[in-house]
Nanobody, 123 residues
Framework: QEQLVESGGGLVQPGDSLRLSCTASGPPVNRYAMGWFRQAPGKEREFVAA????????RYADSVRGRFTISRDNAKNTVYLGMNSLTPEDTAVFYC????????????????WGQGTQVTVST
């Protein structure tokens, strides 16, 4: 059983940067692909970024490509999401997920989820 805890969210202004962290406790995370998803009020949870188990491959949603960077440190059992040039449209609860089916944009393929961290971009 993998437990995931996100951190690093907060209130920032448009154009600012944030780095989210997701730390896992349980089996080593190098057996999982990891993903970040987000859910804005009144909307469905959507894919943001994903990274393969050893970090060799990444995927991004079109809306964040070039602004967000996913990375991982398996020695620390942690995955990161660096976010630059944030806009109010990025406001959402961000969730970390771990999946044993390989890198994927489909939330149904992820087995474990964190509780989420709020990111609010506002003046």
């Amino acid at each position: 059983q993998e437990q995931l805890v996100e951190s690093g969210g907060g209130l920032v202004q448009p154009g600012d940067s944030l780095r989210l962290s997701c730390t896992a406790s349980g089996p080593p995370v190098n057996r999982y692909a990891m993903g970040w998803f987000r859910q804005a009020p009144g909307k469905e949870r959507e894919f943001v970024a994903a990274i393969s188990s050893y970090g060799g491959r990444t995927r991004y949603a079109d809306s964040v490509r070039g602004r967000f960077t996913i990375s991982r440190d398996n020695a620390k059992n942690t995955v990161y999401l660096g976010m630059n040039s944030l806009t109010p449209e990025d406001t959402a609860v961000f969730y970390c997920a771990a999946g044993s089916s390989g890198i994927s944009t489909n939330r149904e393929t992820y087995d474990y989820w964190g509780q989420g961290t709020q990111v609010t971009v506002s003046t």
